[in-house]
Structures are given as C-alpha cells and as structure tokens.
C-alpha cells in the first residue's frame, strides 16, 4: 500500500503540477497584474535552460559554463532569418537549434581534448570569444543589435504562428509558448536519460577510461551531450528575442544566461530530470521578489537584494549540495500518508 | 589452436625509462596465460598497450588478423578484447545492472536487450543480489567482479585481468578464482592474468609470461617457470625453490 503509493505520487504531483502551471497566468489576465506572468515566464525559460544543461554538467559530468554561446546563435540566427528573408520564426527556431548544434559540434570537438577544470576553462574562453564577435560583426549589426519588427492586428492563431503576442495577451502568449516548449524539452531529455546516450553520458562522468574500456568513445559522446545543451539554448534563445524583439550582443551573450540555469540545476537537483525545474521555481522568484521588495524604498540602489538573493543560494548549496530534489521526500510522502491513516484509526476507536 | 593476440616486440619508453623492451608474446584462442613479475617489470603497461591506452613506440601488436598498434581503447574493445584495471574503475554513482548495461550496449543497441543480457551477466558472476546497489558502495571484492561483469557484457574473446585478486580475502581470492576458471570454461574465452599471488596463478595458468625490468626473461608451462634461476633470482625468491 505504502509501496503503490510511493509509486503513484510522482505521477499524481506531475498532474497537479502541468495543471497548476496552466491554470497559473489566468487569474492574473483577469485582474490585469501581467509582471507575475513574466515572472512565470522567466521560470519556464530558465527551467528549459537547465535542463538542457543538466545533459552536459549533470549527465555527461563535464561543466560547461558558457551554454550561452548557443543562446545567442538561437536568437541571432532566427532574428536575421526573418528581419532579412522573412522566415516564420518557428522556422527560424528550427535553423538556430540546428546552427546551434553545427557550431557546437565544431567548437567542442578540439576542447574535448581537455578534461576536468581545463574543459571548463575552455568554454569560458569561447564565450570571450564570441563577445567581441557579437559586439563588432557588421552582419548581425554589432553592437547596435538587430531589432524585429512588431507584427500587430493578428488573431490568436496569428499570434502564435508569427511567435508574437502584443499588448495585454503579450505575457500570456509567451508564457504558455515557454510552457510548451519546457514541456517539450522535458520529453526530449527524458528520453535521452533513458536510452544509451544517458547510460554513456553518465558512464564517462564516472570514469572515462573505464568508458572507452568498454567501447565508449568518450569525446564523440561529449560533442552529442554538448550539441543537445545546445540545441536546448539555441531554442530559448529564440523565443528570448521574439519575447525582447530585439537581439542585442551583450543581452543574449550575458552571464546570466548561463549562471541562472546552472543554479537552478544545482539547487534543485543535478543529474536529475527535474531538478532544474524546480531550482527555477524556487531561484527565479526568490530574485524577483528579493528585486521588488529589498531593490525599492530606503535601500534601493545598494544592491540589497542580490546580496541577500546570494546568501539564499550559499545556504541551499551548503545545506543540501546535492540538491532538492535528493531529499527524502517519498519516504516523507509515505510517512504523510501512514500517519493520516494511522489518526483516521485513532479517530474511529 | 588459433593465435589471437600477437605482440611482436613491443618496446615502451617513458622519458629515459623503458617500460617494455622488446617484448613478444602470443595468446591463442581459449588460453589462460599468466603474466608475472616485481613491481615495475612493465605489466600494466603491456596491458596498456595492447588496448589502447597508450601506443608502443616500437613493434606491433595485432588482434584476431587486425593490426591495433595504434587503436584507440574503443576499437580495441570493439574488435574483442577487454580488460579490468588494478584500481577499479566502476562506474560510482550508477548501479550495479547499469554498470553492465553500459557494457551490453557496444553489442545491443536497445536498452531493453542490454537489460536482459547484464542481468543474465549478473547471475553469471553472482551479483544478482546486488543489482540495485550504487556501485560505490560496494566491497573491494564485489567491485572487481563487477568490472569482469561489464567487460564480459562487450563480449570478448580475450580478457586481461590486471590484479583481479590483489586486496581480497583469502575466502574472496577463492570465489574469484573460480569465476576466472568458469569464465574460461563455460564461456570459453582466452585470458591474460596479471597477478602477485603465486598460488592463485600458477595453477589457474596453461602458460606463464615473466617480465622482469621491462623484458620477457622466461615464459613457459608454471611447473617449469617456477625453476627456472633467472626467475627465482628476479622474482620469486630464494624461498620459492625447493617448494614445488
């Protein structure tokens, strides 16, 4: 009983979960309070993010602190394919996962060579890389940035087929457009974790040699691992611009793109599906809250707010290194659940 | 008997040090081959050079008519050779059946396949008990057994064993024994054993190979080895003479 229980639950908390999270932006459509949407926004988005990086940092054990090279290519492919050509940017989304993929495949490829720390190193020096790259190409417009032009007057379907919401349905629109494509992005490392890659992403994690002992070959499943990471944020980087309408070198390449989805892995869990979503939805709110209570009034402008936001994050990794989600909470679900039974008993007597 | 694996004359230097110097050796099909010598005689690194770890600077080393002198580890194992190491390196924060899993699907593409054929591994080794547990947590013992477990999922036709028994218990040493003896008898693979203890190799081994600073100074059936002066002077001792 307690067994079948324990093994229902997830199921039970997934269905209350997609329910709530669908269910989560209509009151505030009604009363017209649309930041808590982006707020949810922001979750989604930072949730996809980790976990596509949780195959590179969680799965494949290598930590790669720059994912959001792949951010930026996502954008800038599909922002110059429809301010130039005119191509829908779902189109757009599939040529910037698939340019995303293509240039992480060529770059990762010689870092594999490098292991432990000097790896990490390595992609930190190719997003110093691509920031000047970004800031100086004359094609994608420098540092001025490419700017895409607002569509408005569109139906509901409209909307979604340009990837454009406007007015009061704008957070509304992208929020259940992040919702989906976490959803898909779940679904897809799902069935990576199960398959062969995840047994040999997470082979080499625990021991390379022992890996190519057994016929793995360790820097070819690197390149997949870091080419699905980036297929996930070239993605995001696509619906970010459309969201901003704008794609500019030091907004898509900035830290955070990458620092907010590792510590949203870490926080709630590495190596584990759901670990990033729900770092997210404990980070990403924490941040805004802390930046619209502590960052206003008498204190604003001192930083407050970040300084507190980063004492939050110390403590969870301190308390708990190795995440939320690795508490015990079945065997707390189950002891929930014996302890009501055992007081309706008590009750009956 | 078939030969399987040719070393011919290998030689491996390190910097100023020769690991391996001119080093021959030749296992057929269904062996058992025991390789012995100090500390330091270059055994590992034979091991090493055989599956790719690292590439002899002279010589050649061919396999089953496939020349893998320079093969990476992945080819090696790809054509049938696998081996464990003198440190274990099981694969820590995955199970036991993972751990085979990850062996079974060089040759089982699907992971349902790998499954059924690492749990029939498993019952193969004595491990079935143990299938949930992460590998970590394992006993030195149990971990040794579970690297034969997933190197026998790649399925082999060669398999070195580099110190399958150093660190076990006498009553452990004993129970691996016979897995190696019904390795080779139900499974019929060739073995290359690397191991300190006299007893456990000699009778376990058709052939002994003896390195000694880097060169092969005897090789022949234990009865004969083991008298051998060359090798009771670099190896085993004074003492060991009038044992046998």
Known sequence: MAGSSGRRSPRVVLAVGVVLGLLYPIPLQWSGYTYFQTVGFLVLINAMLGVGWNVIGGWAGQFDFAPQVFFAIGAYTAAILFVHLGWSPWLGMLAGVLAAIGICALVTYPLTRLRGHYFAISTVAIWMIAQPIGATWEFINGSRGLFIPMQTGQGVLGSIASLQFVGRTKALGYYYVAFGLLALTLWLVHLVERGRLGFYFRAIRDDQEGAEGIGIPSRLYKVIARSITAAVFGAGGVLYGFWALAVFPEQVLDLNWSTLPIMATVVGGIGRLWGPVLGAFILIPISQIMSTTLGTGPLAGRGIDLIVYGIIIVLIAALRPTGILSLPWSRWARGLVRRRASARLVGRG | ?244
Request: aromatic share 4%.
């Open chain 2, 1 to 244: 008997m078939a030969t399987l694996l040719e070393v011919r004359s290998v030689t491996k230097r390190f910097g100023g040090l020769v690991a391996n110097k001119e080093v021959s050796l030749a296992i057929s099909a269904g062996e058992i081959v025991g390789l012995i010598g100090p500390n330091g005689a270059g055994k590992t690194t034979l091991f090493n050079c055989v599956t790719g770890y690292t590439h002899a600077d002279a010589g050649r080393i061919v396999f089953a008519g496939a020349d893998i002198t320079r093969a990476r580890p992945e080819r090696v194992s790809g054509l049938g050779i696998a081996r464990t190491w003198q440190l274990v390196r099981t694969f820590g924060r995955m199970t036991v059946l993972e751990n085979v899993v990850c062996g079974a699907l060089k040759r089982h593409a699907r992971v349902g396949e790998a499954r059924a054929r690492a749990l029939r591994l498993l019952e193969f080794t004595g491990l079935a008990s143990r299938e949930d547990v992460v590998a970590a947590n394992l006993t030195l013992a149990d971990k040794k057994r579970l690297e034969i477990a997933r190197a026998l999922a790649t399925e082999p036709r060669l398999l070195l064993l580099d110190e399958a028994m150093s660190g076990l218990t006498p009553a452990e040493t004993a129970a691996a024994v016979e897995l190696v003896r019904r390795i080779h008898g139900e499974l019929g693979l060739a073995l290359c054993v690397v191991e300190h203890v006299m007893e456990v190799v000699m009778p376990l081994s058709q052939r002994v190979v003896v390195l000694d600073d880097g060169e092969k100074i005897a090789e022949g059936p234990p009865a004969e080895v083991v008298r051998n002066d060359a090798v009771i002077k670099a190896y085993l001792g004074e003492h060991y003479r009038g044992r046998r």
